[in-house]
Structure formats: C-alpha cells, structure tokens
C-alpha cells in the first residue's frame, strides 16, 4: 500500500525532521493545521483550488444533483438515496487526485442504475474538489458556521431588559451603552447573545493573565497581608501556595501563601451576568437578543 | 463452578513457553508489586496500589529520582510501517505529551506517544530502545499506551494500525490496519490483553463512523472478533433505536479507552462515546444504543452480556468513555460486586457489574450546571431535556466537560471515589439542519463563568462530596494504601494529597501540568512514583 503524496498538509519529509509538525489526519477537529510547503491535499478545505471548486458545483447540480441531492447527501426527497458524503468510493479518492471518481464516472455502474459521463479529465477532477469540499465542511469543525437567526420576541425581551428578573435596566440603558449595539454586533444572533451570557467581559473566577489593558469589567483582585495591607490589581494565577496579581501598572506581583495568608478577594463586576445564566430560559436569552438588536 | 472453568480456560489460553519471561496471565491477575503490565495497573481501573511505603508521615520527603524528555528523533530509531525511503511522513512533535500509562516489566519501563515508543530503564530513566511509526495520518491526539504479552508489546496508532513489538529489542513483529484513516477514524487506546486476546478500539467522530471493539490473536495479529457499537440486524437488542441502517452504520460510539476486566465473571467493561453525528440528532431519532453507554463483553466471544446507558440519544458530545472502575464493597450491607462511572454528562453512577443494575445515579458536579437533563428515570438514566438539544437559535447549556478520559482513582481504604471535574454552561447552536446532519453538526460559543474546577472525593455509597481541592479539572489520579491521592492543580504542582481530607501534603512544580494517570512500583525494596507531564516522564522516591 503506497503512501499517498497528497495525504495531509501536515506532511514533512523525513529530512526535515527537526521542523514541528501540525499532525493532523482529514482535518476533523478544528485544530490548526499549519501552513506549510507541503504537497498540496485536495482534502484540506483551505488549500483547495476555489476556481476548480465553483466549476464542479455546476457540473455537478447539472449532471448529479437530481438523484444524489443539491448537497449529494442523497436523502428522502432524493432518486437514488445515495449519499456521496459517506460513499466508501468517493472516500477513497482522498489522495488520488480525483483519479478515483473520474474512472468510476466513466464506467458508472450500470447495474445500479449508475450512468456513465463522459467528462474530461479536468471536469471530473473539479466535481471530485467540489465533493471533497462538501465532506471538507462537515468534518471540519473549526469552519462551520452559525446560521444567525433571530427568534425571539423584541418587545418581551424590552419587558425583561426592564424588568424584575432581568433587572437589566439596573446596569444597562437603551439609550446609554446599548446604544448602537446591532452594528456592534455585526447583527449576529450568537454575537449578542453571546454578550448577554457573559457580559463580554472577563467573567468568572482568574479572569486573564497578561498585559491587556484592564476594562472597567475586568474583575479585580484584592490581596491583603496579615499585617492588613491591601494591594489591589487584576487576577493572575493562584493555587495553594502562592498568589499571582496584575498591578494597575502592569507589572506582576507574587506572594506565597503560608497559613492562609495573605487573604485573597476578586470581584467580578459582571457578576450578575453569571448569576442570570441559572434564573432566564432560553426563550428569555432569544428575545433580549431580538431586542437588543433593535437598539440602532 | 463455572467461574472457575472459565478463568482456567483463560489461564491456558497462555502459551507455557511464554510464562517464564515477560508478562502472563498470573501477573495480569495478580500484578506484583514491582510491575505495572497493563493500562490501569491492574484489570480493575482503579488505580490503588497497596504499597505504603510512602504515606502520610513521610511522604513529605519524596524527591525526584530521574526524569526522562521524549526523544523524538527519529534517526537511530526502530522505524515501522510499509514504507519506501524517500516517502513523506508524519512527525509528530510538536505538542508531545505523555497521555499514556507506562507498563513496567522486569524492571523496564514502556512508555508511548503517537508514532513513538521507547523502553527505558525504570531505574535511571535511561533509554535502551526507541520505536517510530511511518504514519498515514490521522488525528494525532493521544497514545493511551501498550498491552504487554509474554515478551511481546501490542499498541495502537493515529492511522489505526494494531502494532506488535518485540520488548527485548523493540523491533517489530507485525502491524495490522483495524480500521481506514480516510474514513475518519483515528486510534489512541491501549490494547487491553485478556487471555490469548489483544481487544483493541478506535476512535473518530468527524464523518460519522461506526464504533467497534476487536480482538486480535497475539502471535499472527488474525482478528478473532468484532463487536459493533450499533446494532447489526432485525433482532438484535436495540436495533429499533435507530431509525434505519443508514442511522446505524454511521451511528459512531467509539471505543477510544481501555476496558477493564473481571476474571471471574469473565466480564469486559467497554465504555462507549457519542452517537454521530455528534450534535445533530435529528437524523437518529431514538436512544442510539449502544453508544454512551457500559457495555459488558464475553472476552472469547465478543458477545454482549449486558448495557447501560448513561446518555441516552446524546446531543451534547458527553462521550461516555470515561474509565468504568470495579470495585467491591457493601451495598446497603450486603458485599456486592460494583462499578462505579463518572461521565462528562455531569452524572456519576454505581452499577451492579454481574447485572448491570443500576443502585445509584447522582450528579458528579454541582447539580446547577446539569442542566441537558430532566431528572432519572427508573432504570436510574438520565432523561435527555429536548428542549436543550442543540438549536439554529441557540440554548444554554451545562456542563460542559465534567470530565474526560483521565482516569479517575478508587480507594477501598476511604471508599471514596476520586475525580476531576469541571462544570460550565455555554450556548449551543445546531449548523446543519439537514434531514441527513453530518459531522459534528453543532458549535458551542462562549459561555458565562464556570463553576468549580478540580478533584472530587465522592462516597460511593451516597453521591456525596467528602472534599474538594480546586484546580486542574479532568486529569489523572492514582491512590495509595499510603493514605494518599497523587494529583494536580492545573498550576503545574504534582501534589501528594491527605486520601481522607484533601489536604496536600507534599508538592511539586513540574514543567508542564501532569498529562496522564501517576502510577506507583516497587523497584529494590524502593518505592517510586511515575508521572508523565507534556514531553517528561518525572519519577519520583523517598529520599532516605
């Protein structure tokens, strides 16, 4: 069994043994896969020729998609409910350059009520890009998308932002920083949605290490001596036997803990974005978002 | 009576010309305590080891021994596989870290990582051969490690080849495809050794496989069986919890960890992961037996004796594999046979092993963030909320990994379990709203602040928390009779904990968070302690 040369662009050879590698098989798991000089893999969605890729879809919804799906997942609604995503054959092509389906299209399998094609060369390789490229994009989990839907109900969700539950309004106003929050936003469901679940801040317990500049929603970290001095920054690290924090300059303090000492407080100012995640439902969460979006 | 048929049936199956050398079924039964021949140390899963010679009084005096970082050079390796000089190959390197358990065998230890295996001198840490596999590919996410037979070493690859080498030398006898990367599958499971059967298992969740467990012959690599995780015919238990063959083929549960034993029921433990496709369950409508799920296997036979299901029609990627420990111990006064689970769902559960009966159901993290189910049902199940399934909307929803495949600790001297845990909710939406979903089929996106994060001491008998300790969420554990639990932080400290308060009382900085379960031997009367962190196996002793 020969190896394949176009198997992955995580590929190096032996010689250059000393550079890191990014294994990783038919990508699957939304891991990067390094840019490298490799040998160019059809499977690999971002490597794949677009052009190629676009003459393939049409060749394929002309001459395919009627028994084997739009989306040549085959289907219920389909002549043949022959998924091409999953067909062993189709799979087996990874690597051969197309070679594979090319030679079965010109044979089909006539017993199966598989015509034959007469494509060129060039046309089979771009309708075996284009189902590359499908399978590409259910296996790769990094590239999917969210749809960006909107579903709930802007004035129930103008209700809650008021309300007693949400108490939204407490911290937040329409007019003040919401204000203009859609185009902020992109318009996108799970953006602002997103924004509702974590306050777009630092949420919770450690929050950040590093130099970033700290919002007025970072959480804060107060450490205070046995001898009762308070210093105050940003959380750093902590574990049973030292304290790290963040000084308002930047700089990085540490301390060790011995008997409990020095004490150590954050506080999170986003903390009732935490607290809400248990008390609203997720219609509650869906009309905020279709209210908020309403906030030009 | 038949029980005891069946473990002399087991014991025979050993060749007498291999019992001399290496490992055979009486250290498999019995591990000495100078050994460590399979995964988990020994059958049960439990990792506790009976040696004390570290304990509460002294183990403040433990100190390193040796360490040992990965050599990945391939050149002056053994090199395995099919091909030509000249050919391109995988070199995996760049984030190599120690997830697999090293068997230690008449003083060597055998150490794995993708593509890689190395024996060392557990004395010295020093190393006397080094294997490489030519690699197709895959994902490269983990090597569990070896199972050892007589003198012959058995392990997995990311491009699913079964791999057979000879421990004295390194060099290998034979090498066996299981399964085809260019499905979709990658391996990353230690081969479990039972009698004269090498039981391996796969992994692979982004096209939508079908999960499977097989036995190979020691000596030829000849398959001797196949379990498929999805029912095969009209008849079979649950087959009507898929909708149609096409559900069922593509219905995944993989078998990516070891299974555990018991030699006298005869048992095989096989915890199973999600259905595919992961997020998208509208094309598989129904419970999705067996995946998610304890399945209990006849080693010989590669037939099912029993199941549970603790994910029934999964959405949520909770991917049950997480290690079923044995155990035996009372249930409401009476001495029972038992198996206890902490699964990603949020859930941990105690199980009669000999019927696979459920005695306890109770939430392995704080129970707010458990939010994907409705309660238990009688059969102590959770009850999936369908309300949470992953939607083009979005839902809120916990707990995130509560833990993983690192393996969890029993010790009979606390009768606690020990876990790491973690617990969050986060938005899930579904991307593909096809009748026929492929692939994972769903993403999360950011979440608001998580729970608590680190290791649980749970009373077996009640669910209960005895003690937390905060830091370092899924990740390897190991009991002593020494009074003590072997663990981490997730800021690098390997620490010695108090087994019955939780309280550290011995640490470390190491150069990496540990990165697989610590393991413990008896080496000249000396008691050490192993640990793998990133690219460095650590081990440790009392300095006397």
Not at chain 1, 179 to 196: P, V, Y
Not at chain 2, 98 to 116: E, I, Q, R, W
Not at chain 2, 531 to 540: E, M, S
């Amino acid at each position: 069994m020969p190896l394949s040369k176009y198997l992955t662009a995580a590929i190096f050879l032996l010689a250059t043994s000393a550079l890191p590698s990014f294994a990783q098989g038919r990508a699957g798991r939304g891991g990067a896969v390094g840019a490298t000089s490799a040998p160019v893999d059809i499977s690999q969605s971002r490597t794949m020729d677009q052009a190629a890729i676009d003459r393939g879809a049409q060749l394929f919804a002309a001459s395919c998609a009627s028994c084997h799906g739009a989306n040549a997942r085959g289907g219920s609604k389909t002549k043949t409910d022959v998924d091409l995503i999953r067909s062993p054959m189709v799979l087996d092509d990874l690597g051969t350059g197309g070679r594979e389906i090319a030679d079965y299209l010109k044979y089909g399998r006539p017993e199966k009520n598989m015509p034959k094609f007469d494509f060129t060369d060039q046309q089979a390789f771009d309708i075996a890009l284009w189902l590359h490229r499908q399978i590409a994009a259910a296996s790769e989990r990094g590239t999917y998308q969210r749809l960006n839907v909107f579903s709930g109900d802007a004035k129930a969700g103008e209700a809650f932002f008021n309300g007693s539950v949400g108490k939204c309004s407490t911290c937040h106003s329409a007019t003040g920083d919401m204000k203009g929050l859609a185009a902020r936003s992109n318009d996108d469901a799970s953006t602002i949605q997103g924004l509702i679940v974590s306050g777009g801040g630092r949420g919770g317990r450690g929050g950040g290490r590093g130099a970033a500049a700290p919002s007025p929603t970072a959480v804060t970290a107060t450490v205070t001596t046995k001898s009762g001095e308070a210093i105050k920054g940003y959380p750093g690290s902590i574990d049973d036997w030292q304290i790290t924090i963040r000084l308002p300059d930047g700089q990085m303090q540490s301390f060790l803990r011995i008997d409990g000492w020095p004490k150590y407080e954050t506080h999170n100012p986003l903390q009732a974005h935490v607290d809400l995640q248990f008390v609203y439902t997720d219609a509650d969460i869906h009309n905020l978002a279709a209210y908020l979006r309403t906030l030009k | 009576m038949i029980i005891r048929h069946i473990i002399l049936l087991s014991l025979m199956a050993f060749p007498a010309s291999i019992s001399a050398q290496g490992v055979d079924a009486q250290m498999l039964l019995h591990p000495p305590a100078d050994s460590w021949p399979t995964y988990h140390g020994d059958y049960t899963g439990r990792r506790y080891s009976t040696l004390d010679q570290i304990g509460k009084s002294n183990v403040d005096k433990l100190t390193l021994a040796w360490t040992y970082k990965a050599d990945l050079t391939v050149t002056g390796a053994n090199i395995g596989g099919e091909y030509k000089d000249g050919d391109p190959i995988y070199l995996y390197s760049g984030n190599a870290t120690f997830k697999c358990s090293a068997l230690l065998v008449n003083g060597v230890l055998y150490a794995t990582m993708p593509d890689h295996a190395w024996a060392l001198d557990a004395r010295t840490g020093r190393q006397i051969w080094h294997y490489f596999w030519k690699s197709e590919g895959g994902h490269h996410d983990g090597e569990r490690g070896f199972g050892m037979y007589g003198n012959w070493l058995f392990m997995e690859t990311a491009d699913n080849f079964v791999i057979s080498l000879d421990a004295s030398t390194g060099k290998e006898r034979w090498h066996k495809q299981i399964a085809d990367v260019k499905r979709g599958y990658f391996s990353t499971s230690a081969p479990l050794i039972v009698g004269n059967h090498v039981i391996v298992g796969t992994g692979g969740d982004n096209l939508d496989v079908q999960g499977f467990l097989e036995s190979r012959d020691p000596e030829t690599g000849e398959l001797q069986w196949k379990w498929y995780t999805t029912p095969q015919k009209p008849g079979d238990a649950g087959y009507d919890t898929w909708p149609d063959d096409y559900s069922r083929t593509h219905g995944g549960g993989m078998t990516w960890q070891p299974p555990t034993y018991d030699p006298e029921l005869n048992l095989v433990y096989v915890p199973t992961g999600n259905p595919n496709p992961v997020g998208a369950g509208q094309g598989r409508k129904g419970d999705n037996l067996f995946t998610c799920s304890v399945v209990a296997l006849n080693p010989d036979t590669g037939k099912m004796v029993w199941y549970f299901q603790s994910s029934p029609h999964d959405t949520h990627d909770w991917d049950s594999t997480q290690v079923a420990v044995l155990f035996d111990g009372t249930w409401n006064g009476q001495p029972r046979k038992m198996l206890v689970q902490g699964t990603r769902n949020g859930y941990f559960f105690v199980l009669d092993r000999i019927s696979g009966q459920n005695l306890l159901t109770k939430p392995l993290v704080d129970p707010e963030y458990v939010t994907w189910s409705k309660g238990i049902n009688a059969k102590g199940q959770p009850i999936p909320d369908p309300e949470k399934d992953p939607s083009i909307d979005g839902v809120l929803v916990g707990p995130g990994s509560a833990t993983n495949w690192q393996p969890p600790s029993y010790s009979p001297q606390t009768g606690l379990f020990y876990v790491g845990t973690s617990e969050a909710l986060s938005m899930d939406y579904l991307t593909d709203t096809d009748e026929r979903p492929e692939g994972y089929g769903f993403m999360g996106a950011g979440g608001g602040g998580a729970g608590r994060s680190g290791i649980r001491a749970i009373d077996y008998k009640t669910g209960t928390m005895k003690w937390f300790h905060a830091g370092g969420g899924a990740q390897g554990l190991m009991s002593t009779a020494g009074g003590l639990v072997f663990g981490g932080d997730g800021s690098q400290h390997f620490i010695a904990f108090d087994s019955e308060t939780g309280k550290p009382l011995w640490h470390t900085s190491l150069l990496a968070n540990h990165s697989n379960g610590p393991q413990t031997y008896l080496l000249d009367g000396k008691q050490f302690v192993l640990v793998g962190a990133g690219d460095t196996l650590y081990a440790f002793t009392l300095n006397q």
